[in-house]
């Protein structure tokens, strides 16, 4: 059985920072590459950042280009994303999804994903 599940989300202010994990298991990593997306309330789900672990490849939205970092611990079966300088529009429902990877694929986009968590809550106050 696939199952991710992501934790860390909060609340933080303006400027702050949270790392968010996306446990994963019944996936391989070198199969899969792993993103993160999120969904604001009344907005479409947009991609934010992919890692693939077979070739190293690592894709940002530009909105969040210079202020999150995603990495895995491929040992712990384990996706990061690291948010700096958090902003109030970056306030959403983070959520991350496994994609059967080829490297023609856009990683950014939620249509080309096969798994996905339930979600964790990401509240920036100004």
């Known amino acids: 059985e696939v199952q991710l599940v992501e934790s860390g989300g909060g609340l933080v202010q303006a400027g702050g920072s949270l790392r968010l994990s996306c446990e994963v298991s019944g996936l391989r990593f070198d199969d899969f590459a792993i993103g993160w997306f999120r969904q604001a309330p009344g907005k479409e789900r947009e991609g934010v950042s992919c890692?693939?672990?077979?070739?190293?490849?690592?894709d940002y939205a530009d909105s969040v280009k210079g202020r999150f970092t995603i990495s895995s611990d491929n040992a712990k079966n384990t996706v990061y994303l690291q948010m700096n300088s958090l902003r109030p529009e970056d306030t959403a429902v983070y959520y991350c999804?496994?994609?059967?990877?080829?490297?023609?694929?856009?990683?950014?986009?939620?249509?080309?994903?096969?798994?996905w968590g339930q979600g964790t809550q990401v509240t920036v106050s100004s």
């Open positions: 999804a496994g994609l059967r990877y080829a490297g023609y694929v856009d990683t950014l986009d939620q249509y080309e994903y096969d798994y």
């Open positions: 890692i693939s672990s077979s070739d190293g490849r690592i």
